[in-house]
Nanobody, 118 residues
Framework: QVQFVESGGGLVQPGGSLRLSCAAPGFNLYYTTIGWFLQAPGKEREGVSCITAGDGRTSYANSVKGRFTISRDNLKNTVYLQMNSLKPEDTGVYYC???????????WGQGTQVTVSS
């Protein structure tokens, strides 16, 4: 059963950048659609970005288009979320899981906290 491990979060000023990593030891991420999700304080978990299995087609929430980039390193078996031009509203815990829909995702880990604040 897949279990994801997220890392790379932290405290950053508005306009700054972070790169989040998503790994799943023993599980080949190439064959699975992977989504990044944000749970902001007091809000439900929502989809941020997604990369499909195999061909690696990507999709983004409107709120992050042009600022965030999802990618997959097949050799390192890791999915990344490069976050640029960060805004305070990007603050929350970021998770990765299977699927692009948070209601269908599996393998939820502990997440990684991102705080955007001056």
């Amino acid at each position: 059963q897949v279990q994801f491990v997220e890392s790379g979060g932290g405290l950053v000023q508005p306009g700054g950048s972070l790169r989040l990593s998503c790994a799943a030891p023993g599980f080949n991420l190439y064959y699975t659609t992977i989504g990044w999700f944000l749970q902001a304080p007091g809000k439900e978990r929502e989809g941020v970005s997604c990369i499909t299995a195999g061909d690696g087609r990507t999709s983004y929430a409107n709120s992050v288009k042009g600022r965030f980039t999802i990618s997959r390193d097949n050799l390192k078996n890791t999915v990344y979320l490069q976050m640029n031009s960060l805004k305070p509203e990007d603050t929350g815990v970021y998770y990765c899981a299977t699927d692009c829909d948070p209601t269908h995702g599996h393998g939820w880990g502990q997440g990684t906290q991102v705080t955007v604040s001056s």
